[in-house]
Structures are given as C-alpha cells and as structure tokens.
Nanobody
Framework: QVQLVESGGGSVQAGGSLRLSCAAS????????MGWFRQAPGKTREFVAT????????YYADSVKGRFTISRDNAKNTAYLQMNSLNPEDTAVYYC??????????????????????WGQGTQVTVSS
C-alpha cells in the first residue's frame, strides 16, 4: 500500500511558476511509476505527466509539453512537477498517482488514469490572468 500526499499548490499570476511535490509512504517508491493528473471544474480528470520507475522515457500531455517537468527523488520518496509559464487554463486540482509495484505501463496506459492504483488527495492550483 502506498499513500501519497501532494503539496505546493496555490495561487499564481499568469506566467508564474509553481513546483508540486508528492510524498510517498513506504519503502517501495523507487519501484512505482508515478503520474500527475489534473481536474478542472466541470471537466474530467486529464493526464499531465508520467515518469517510469525503470528509468525510461517521461511523457507529457501536449498542453504542458515544454512548460512542465516531472521528476523524482527516490532517496526522498518524492515526485515533483515543476510548472512554468502557467496560464489560466492550467487552473485545476492536481493529483499525484502511483502505479502498482514494478508495473511497466505502456505508452497509452501511462497516460490513462486506469493505469494507476494509488492516488493522493489533490492540491489546488489557481492561475489568474
């Protein structure tokens, strides 16, 4: 069982930056593919970024590519989402997610919330114009 706690959300003006953190419990963090998703009011949850446990390629949604960077620090049991050049369309609740232990996700599964078994409670990001 993995418990995830997000932090770092807040309010920022357009063009600003935020770094989200996702702290994981337990000793198996380094063996879980991690993902970030977001849900804006009135919209379904959507994929943002993913980073595999196995050292493979990271993937991003087209809407955030070049502006957001996902990373992980296995020594700290923490995943990060660095968000730059924020715009009002990035306003949403951001969720951290972890896939099951040592599960290798395909390109398509990694971008689908069904690929993940553990979820944090979410952190609000609000970008004003």
């Amino acid at each position: 069982q993995v418990q995830l706690v997000e932090s770092g959300g807040g309010s920022v003006q357009a063009g600003g930056s935020l770094r989200l953190s996702c702290a994981a419990s337990g000793r198996t963090f380094s063996s879980h593919t991690m993902g970030w998703f977001r849900q804006a009011p009135g919209k379904t949850r959507e994929f943002v970024a993913t980073i595999p446990w196995s050292g493979g390629t990271t993937y991003y949604a087209d809407s955030v590519k070049g502006r957001f960077t996902i990373s992980r620090d296995n020594a700290k049991n923490t995943a990060y989402l660095q968000m730059n050049s924020l715009n009002p369309e990035d306003t949403a609740v951001y969720y951290c997610a972890a896939a099951s232990l040592r599960r290798v996700l395909s390109y398509y599964t990694a971008k689908n919330d069904r690929g993940y078994d553990y979820w944090g409670q979410g952190t609000q990001v609000t970008v004003s114009s």
